[in-house]
């Protein structure tokens, strides 16, 4: 495992500076799976940590590397706190659980097939998708608009995410999938009105971190609202052109991948648990 060669047109002028962290890059396609699955893990527990949970609802998926029309996601039923990389399962984009790759229970969320498989169809640059109930994002969601340019952690989803302002119900046909993966179109993120927020990114740490900060923006937004009402104003807004800049800034996915390496640090020393890599344990193709 080594770091990224830095490309100045992908790292953005927020990240210019001596010595910066850079992505890890693999050659070994086996040492990369194993990677991803053991972050895929953390991020789970990540998402536990803040109460992301919703009885057995909510999933993350990231492609898998050697079998890049497959991606990984949790087992059904499963409490994401007790997620390990061993209990993930493989899919591919019909819904088929690779026997041979997966974890010991079978069981897989249908909506999280339905949703996740058409986004990384429809996004081949998609490595990361995340959806779950969340508190803030359901309640802001049930407005049906989007997130406003009110703060600087909000100008990062500046023009950049998408509102699906249809509720049908439960998840449970590839149509609605569809329909959800055509209203993300190439924006990061969307707002699923009545039901709560989806992020999607080139890593893990990126969509990890970009969904946190979207679900405090809908917080803060509701909060800032309502004291400007009671106040018999309206919440000042920031002018698109700044909005956009910011954007250019905090909005990157290798921002949001730097923004999001902190949680994973913060998870490894709370565990005392880092990845290591077994090459006698490569898994079957």
């Known amino acids: 495992m080594t770091a990224l060669s830095g490309d100045a047109n992908n790292i953005g002028t927020v990240r210019d500076r001596p010595n ?3 992505p890890p890059s693999f050659s070994d396609p086996f040492e990369h ?4 699955k053991f972050r895929l893990a953390q991020a789970y527990r990540i998402f536990a940590k803040y109460g992301y949970d919703e009885g057995v609802a909510g999933h993350i998926t990231v492609r898998d590397p050697i079998r890049p029309d497959c991606y990984w996601v949790n087992p059904w039923g499963v ?3 007790l997620i390990q990389p061993e209990m993930l399962l493989l ?5 088929k659980i690779q026997e041979k790759e997966s974890g010991p229970s079978r069981f897989l969320n249908r909506a999280a097939y339905m949703i996740h498989s058409a986004i990384h169809e429809a996004r081949p ?4 998708a995340a959806h779950s109930h969340t508190t803030y994002a359901k309640a802001f969601s049930a407005l049906g608009v989007p997130l ?3 703060t600087q952690d909000s100008c990062a989803f500046y023009e950049d995410h998408a509102l699906y302002s249809e509720f049908r119900g439960i998840v449970d046909d590839r149509e609605e999938g569809l ?8 924006n990061k993120a969307a707002i699923l009105q009545n039901h709560g927020i989806l992020v999607a990114t080139k890593s893990i740490e990126a969509t990890i971190y970009f969904f946190i900060s979207m679900e405090r923006c809908c917080q803060v937004q509701m909060m800032a609202d309502q004291t400007a009402a009671a106040r018999g104003q309206r919440t000042r807004l920031i002018d698109p052109e700044t909005a956009a800049e910011t954007k250019r800034i905090l909005g990157t996915d290798i921002g949001g991948w730097f923004d ?3 949680e994973f640090q913060l998870l490894e020393h709370e565990e005392g648990k880092r990845f290591e890599y077994i090459p006698a344990h490569k898994e079957n193709m």
């Open 179 to 186: 329909a959800i993966a055509a209203a993300l179109g190439s």
């Open 79 to 81: 409490h994401f706190k």
């Open 20 to 22: 910066k962290p850079l």
């Open 148 to 150: 406003d340019p009110i």
């Open 125 to 128: 640059d998609v490595i990361c």
């Open 91 to 95: 899919v591919n984009h019909e819904g």
């Open 33 to 36: 799976r194993a990677f991803l």
């Open 260 to 262: 999001g390496i902190p």
